[in-house]
C-alpha cells in the first residue's frame, strides 16, 4: 500500500497548486508492529518538505510584493541572486533570493533586498528559543544530539553552533542589563526580593526587578560548578562563556528568554519540565 503525501497551496486570487512531499509505502500483507503507522525518519522527512515549501512560497511573495515601487508601482529591476541558509526546527532550508535595484523614479540605483526585513541571521527565532532553552540546562553535546534524535536535519546543530547561538543571546541580555546600569534605570514597583551578589562578575549587573530566588541563582552556579568538575564531559569554561550561559539560563528561569530569541512560546511544558 502507498500513501502520497500532497500539499495545496490557494493563494489569495484563488490560484492552487500542488506539490507532492513524499510517499510512504508498506509491502502487502507484511505489517508488523515496526513497521505500522510513520515512523520517525519519515515524518522528519515529509515535515522538512513541507518546511522548504512553505517557507519557499511565503518569501516569493513577500519579494514579489515588495519589488513594486511604492511610489510609481513599476516592478524594479532585478540586479541578482543570493543563496541564504535558515536554519527551522523542521530543516534548513536554501534559498535563492533576490535583489533589486532601485526604481528610477525615486531612488536612482540603490541596490536592495525584501529579505532582511523578514529576517537576518541563519535561524529562526524558535529553533533559537530551542537551541538556546536546551544549551541553557544541558551540556551543548546533549542538547545538540537531542535536537539531531527529534528534529529533521539542519545545519547547526553541532555542540559548537549551539553554544555560539546561547552566547549570542547572554551577550544580548548583557547589553540590556548595561545599558540599564547605564540609564541609572529605577524599576516601576519595588522587587519583592533582590538577588544576592554571588559572584560579582555576574550578579552585580542583574536589574532590580529580576526575581530570581537566591536559592535558584545559587543551583545555577552549583549546577555550572557541577559541569565544570563532571570529568566525562571535558568542560574548559572561559569567563565569558560561564557568563553568558548564567545570562541564558537566568532568562530562562525568570521567563524571560523569549524577549531575547525573538520568540514566545505557546506551550511552555517543556521549559517548565527541564527548569525546575
Ligand atoms: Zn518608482
Known amino acids: 500500500m502507498r500513501w502520497n503525501i500532497i500539499v495545496e497551496c490557494v493563494e ?23 513497521n505500522l503507522g510513520v515512523n520517525l525518519e519519515e515524518s522528519k522527512r515529509i515535515a522538512n518538505r513541507l518546511q522548504d515549501t512553505v517557507v519557499k512560497q511565503q518569501l516569493q511573495e513577500h519579494c514579489e510584493q515588495r519589488r513594486k515601487c511604492p ?9 541578482d541572486f543570493r543563496r541564504r541558509r535558515l536554519d527551522t526546527v523542521l530543516g534548513t532550508v536554501r534559498l535563492r533570493v533576490p535583489r533589486y535595484r532601485g526604481c528610477q523614479c525615486c531612488s536612482g540605483a540603490q541596490i536592495w533586498s525584501p529579505i ?24 551543548y553535546r546533549k542538547a545538540a544530539a537531542l535536537l539531531r534524535m527529534f528534529l529533521p536535519p539542519m ?52 536589574p532590580p526587578t529580576d526575581r530570581a530566588s537566591q536559592a535558584r541563582v545559587q543551583s545555577t552556579v552549583d549546577q555550572l560548578v557541577d559541569w565544570r568538575m563532571e570529568k566525562k564531559q571535558h568542560m574548559r569554561w572561559t569567563r565569558t562563556g560561564a557568563q553568558m550561559l548564567l545570562h541564558a539560563r537566568g532568562a530562562l528561569i525568570n521567563g524571560e528568554l523569549g524577549k531575547y530569541t525573538g520568540w514566545s512560546p505557546t506551550d511552555s511544558s517543556l521549559e517548565q519540565a527541564v527548569a525546575a
Open 12 to 34: 489569495e486570487d484563488g490560484r492552487r497548486s500542488t506539490i507532492t512531499l513524499g510517499t510512504i509505502e508498506r509491502l502487502a500483507a507484511s505489517t508488523t508492529a515496526e
Open 71 to 79: 511610489t510609481c508601482g513599476k516592478k524594479r529591476p532585478v540586479k
Open 116 to 139: 532582511p526585513e523578514v529576517f537576518s541571521g541563519r535561524v529562526t527565532p524558535e529553533l533559537l528559543h530551542l537551541q538556546v532553552s536546551l544549551g541553557a540546562q544541558i551540556s
Open 155 to 206: 545545519g547547526g546543530t553541532t555542540h559548537t553552533t549551539n553554544r555560539s547561538r546561547v552566547h549570542a543571546v547572554g551577550e544580548r541580555i548583557d547589553e540590556q542589563i548595561q545599558r540599564e546600569i547605564a540609564e541609572n534605570r529605577k524599576p516601576d514597583k519595588p522587587a519583592d526580593q533582590m538577588i544576592i551578589g554571588i559572584d560579582g562578575a555576574f550578579v552585580k549587573g542583574r
